[in-house]
């Protein structure tokens, strides 16, 4: 950025209904800047946005960028776009979301970045609930809403910013971390990257970003993650039963499926935890949250009382009601590594039979991981495909909904192509029954099917 922060007066955010973005948006406001935005579709957050006074336009609107003097978009704008392209035209800085953000952070005293190719948000929001329940007063920025803030952003004071730090075009290489959480790494963003090898060389640079006093925590159980280099920087691995720093072990279940395990650090015990989500992934997410915890001295108590009373983000297995009594949930998930950990959670729900309605996200995701997943969608009882959710891609991959459910179907008959939102909430009230489980999975807005089955 050519001036420091406070130089500038007049803001311009292009894509201000992101998560992340709509959360810089509010911040920036409560900093007394004039925000100004755009966003191709309206949403509960422009509609926020508004009524904090933030003049968001649907579209594209030049007339809000001549007055600004800085313009922000996200990694999903293109450089034809027309409100950027008059920024560059009339000499209007203009500077990415993540760039943006690393300048913005580096106010505070400690910048704590998750990142991982899956469980960032929900990793995310489990530290930033130990540190609430310590009192700490973070600031707050999830990719996800969390009850307990009542959204995904949250103000608190310039010691602690808790952000979640996405690898997507190298954006987490912008930020300024002085603790990291690394929790995977798997080959995603493909369009970008190419490979997995690529990936993993984008992490090892974010490992270079720290301090030499920083510390990283990250997962021992992921063998991509275990082979970086953390540079002598303090390091807490954690794992089950892997002979980590931080081990989870004698892992039990209750009888609605939430996990209980024993921690250990430095091979000796140190507390008996209890989740209130489902699943074994997110005892792995747990123990990146008590290395966190523990680094920043936050006690064993606290930690122990914040992630038990944690009950998870939205669209992360998210129970939203029942229809018929049929139990109804959505999910993110959009990587087969995700939707694996979906099934699995979706296994300790007591049900009858299991729908999945997937939307892929992105062609070249679906394109890059096909095979795998008609793999793990194959495993529910009935699957629902819908169209494929572009976001920023045009379909130069030629890849089809059909070739798909020809994969699925050499596994499981029980598979079938709809194209619209509408038509998949009429299929599942004829044929959905009582006590079945239907799970929305995709990055998408394919919740839109979940919500209006509720209705």
């Not at 008059?86 to 505070?108: H, M, N, P, Q, S």
């Not at 966190?292 to 064993?300: F, L, Q, S």
Request: proline share 2%; charged share 25%.
């Amino acid at each position: 950025m050519k001036k420091e922060l406070k130089e500038y007066k007049n803001i311009h955010m292009i894509g201000i209904g992101g998560a992340s973005m709509y959360a810089i948006a509010a911040m920036l406001k409560n900093d007394g800047k004039i925000v100004t935005g755009s966003d191709m579709q309206e949403s509960f957050n422009t509609k926020y946005l508004e009524s904090i006074g933030i003049n968001v336009v649907i579209g594209h609107s030049t007339d809000l960028v001549k007055w600004a003097d800085l313009v922000i978009y996200t990694a999903a704008i293109s450089d034809d776009d027309p409100e950027l392209a008059y920024a560059k035209e009339f000499g209007i800085e203009a500077v990415d979301r993540a760039l943006f953000l690393g300048e913005y952070t580096k106010e505070y005293e400690n910048l704590i970045c998750i990142s991982g190719t899956h469980g960032k948000s929900t990793t995310t929001s489990m530290i930033a609930s130990v540190f609430l329940e310590a009192g700490l007063n973070p600031t707050i920025n999830i990719g996800a809403s969390l009850k307990r803030i009542n959204g995904n952003y949250y103000i608190g004071d310039k010691k602690y910013f808790i952000l979640e730090a996405c690898e997507y075009v190298d954006s987490f290489l912008h930020f300024h971390p002085t603790s990291e959480v690394i929790l995977n790494i798997d080959n995603d963003h493909l369009d970008y990257f190419k490979t997995v090898d690529n990936v993993v060389k984008s992490f090892q640079k974010y490992v270079g970003l720290l301090p030499d006093n920083g510390c990283v925590v990250f997962n021992n159980d992921d063998e991509h993650v275990k082979s970086l280099d953390t540079f002598n920087r303090k390091a807490i691995s954690y794992g089950v039963n892997n002979k980590a720093i931080l081990e989870a072990r004698n892992i039990k279940y209750s009888k609605l499926g939430f996990p209980e395990f024993d921690v250990y650090y430095k091979d000796l015990y140190y507390d008996t935890f209890s989740l209130g989500i489902l699943g074994t992934h997110n005892v792995l997410n747990a123990l990146a949250t008590i290395g966190i915890g523990i680094n920043y001295n936050i006690d064993k108590k606290i930690i122990k009382k914040a992630l038990k009373e944690f009950s998870g983000v939205g669209r992360r297995f998210e129970y939203l009601g029942e229809y018929m009594g049929a139990h109804v949930f959505d999910d993110f998930a959009h990587h087969p590594t995700e939707i694996m950990s979906t099934y699995n959670s979706s296994l300790s729900v007591s049900h009858n039979e299991s729908w999945a309605v997937f939307q892929s996200h992105t062609y070249s995701r679906t394109y890059e991981h096909l095979q795998a997943f008609a793999d793990v969608l194959s495993k529910f009882d009935h699957v629902i495909i819908c169209d494929i959710y572009p976001a920023r891609e045009e379909n130069i991959w030629n890849v089809k909904e059909s070739d798909l459910v020809k994969l699925i179907k050499e596994k499981n008959s029980n598979v079938i192509h709809i194209p619209t939102y509408k038509k998949i909430v009429e299929y599942l009230k004829e044929h959905v029954k009582k006590d079945d489980i239907v799970i929305t999975i995709g990055a998408g807005p394919i919740n839109k099917v979940a919500e209006e089955l509720l209705k």
